[in-house]
């Protein structure tokens, strides 16, 4: 979905819950708790960071090509937390309750990079991805222990 169609579709369901007198809630992952560099990729000093990396964009240990790898990461989780601030606010602002959710940890986190694992404790038999298998389990189990 795009962004417009998401919000379209949580704004329409909640309208027709509204109807039936059933909330609804939104579960988001709180992505703001995750770090935006990978700092155990970067040489430090023994008094920390390595003065050369504000000269040079990267630590004299961390190859070009490593750099960009990182750098690119770094980027694309930005946009994941700008994206997620949106979505909260946008629904907030339209009378719906989201909770933000704290990212998988446990046994629980191993079913979404396994989908063998994942349908063993969901029934599911459909095809899914990482990220549809993350969003399924978020749902299934984001306000229970298995995720903290």
């Given at each position: 979905?795009?962004?417009?169609?998401?919000?379209?579709?949580?704004?329409?369901?909640?309208?027709?819950?509204?109807?039936?007198?059933?909330?609804?809630?939104?579960?988001?992952?709180?992505v703001?708790?995750?770090?935006?560099?990978?700092?155990?990729?970067?040489?430090?000093?023994?008094?920390?960071?390595?003065?050369?990396?504000?000269?040079?964009?990267?630590?004299?240990?961390?190859?070009?090509?490593?750099?960009?790898?990182?750098?690119?990461?770094?980027?694309?989780?930005?946009?994941?937390k700008?994206?997620?601030?949106?979505?909260?606010?946008?629904?907030?602002?339209?009378?719906?309750?989201?909770?933000?959710?704290?990212?998988?940890?446990?046994?629980?986190?191993?079913?979404?990079?396994?989908?063998?694992?994942?349908?063993?404790?969901?029934?599911?038999?459909?095809?899914?991805?990482?990220?549809?298998?993350?969003?399924?389990?978020?749902?299934?189990?984001?306000?229970?222990?298995?995720?903290?």
């Amino acid at each position: 979905m795009t962004f417009s169609e998401l919000i379209n579709y949580v704004v329409l369901t909640k309208m027709a819950n509204d109807l039936t007198g059933t909330r609804i809630e939104v579960l988001l992952e709180d992505v703001d708790n995750k770090k935006p560099v990978f700092a155990s990729k970067l040489k430090r000093t023994a008094k920390g960071q390595n003065p050369l990396l504000a000269y040079v964009g990267h630590a004299p240990s961390q190859g070009g090509s490593e750099f960009k790898i990182n750098m690119s990461k770094a980027e694309d989780l930005g946009k994941v937390k700008a994206t997620a601030r949106l979505i909260k606010e946008v629904l907030e602002d339209k009378g719906i309750t989201v909770t933000l959710v704290k990212p998988l940890r446990g046994p629980v986190k191993k079913a979404k990079d396994s989908s063998v694992y994942f349908n063993k404790i969901t029934g599911w038999t459909g095809r899914s991805n990482a990220d549809t298998r993350d969003a399924a389990l978020i749902a299934l189990f984001g306000k229970g222990d298995l995720c903290r």
